[in-house]
């Protein structure tokens, strides 16, 4: 006799791939088929009490920021301030109590980052280098950032060299990109910074920027420091050198 040749009870168990049927107790559960059922989806925000555990626990397997919006939908729609409350409490509590990851708001969202503070030990782990920007890189992406969208032959025109070869270099990185053409005799390329850019800087957005006022008063505090950035000569290190194009590159744009 086959499986097929009658109605099997629940309590019979069909060996796979004999003809025999042996008889499973009444008491014993019927075997996993290892599908679990899915948890069903509840469009409803969690309490108030566990809505910044909630915000974190989604934050912790993002990869990228998080939008206060996206968040919020994720979330099933709590009140948006409600929600900021809760995210500003979190990253209080890290802050606090001395945490080697922080909760920041930037890029234009929400994102767990570990502490610059031991950025030497993370970079490590991963097998990468931190990013280091020479003194002439760092004043080509301020003229970027503070006057975008900008030419090449502006920010020739401000810094008194060819930026060429570092403009290059910042698009390869992702911390400038190709944002158009000025309508002008030769539509001469745009560039403006991107949202790397403001990850790197840990900015929310461009508004985040020092303004002039910030500078000044950052000098009177600490007449000390001053306002120069040192070059970080290191063999390696990102956009590390000078302004000089290599030869033949004079007349050539970066490639978006």
Known sequence: MTPGDRDVPDNLIVLPGRER???RPRDTPPPSTGIEEAIPFQDVPPDSAHLGAAAEAVLFTAGDPVPLERLRSILGGPEEA???AALVQVATRYER???GIRLVEVAGGWQLRTHPRYA???GRACGVRPLRLSRAALETLAVVAYRQPVTRAE???VRGVDP????????DHGLVRVCGHREEPGRPLLYGTTRSFLEVFG???LSDLPTLR???EFRDDDPEAGLDLEDLPEDGDLLEGDDDPPPGDEAREPPP
């Open 21 to 23: 049927i042996l008889e």
């Open 82 to 84: 409600d929600l900021r």
């Open 97 to 99: 109590a001395g945490h």
């Open 120 to 122: 030497v030990w993370v």
């Open 155 to 157: 920010i020739e025109a």
């Open 164 to 171: 060429g070869g570092i403009l290059r270099a910042m698009v």
């Open 203 to 205: 900015l929310g957005d």
């Open 214 to 216: 910030d500078l000044r």
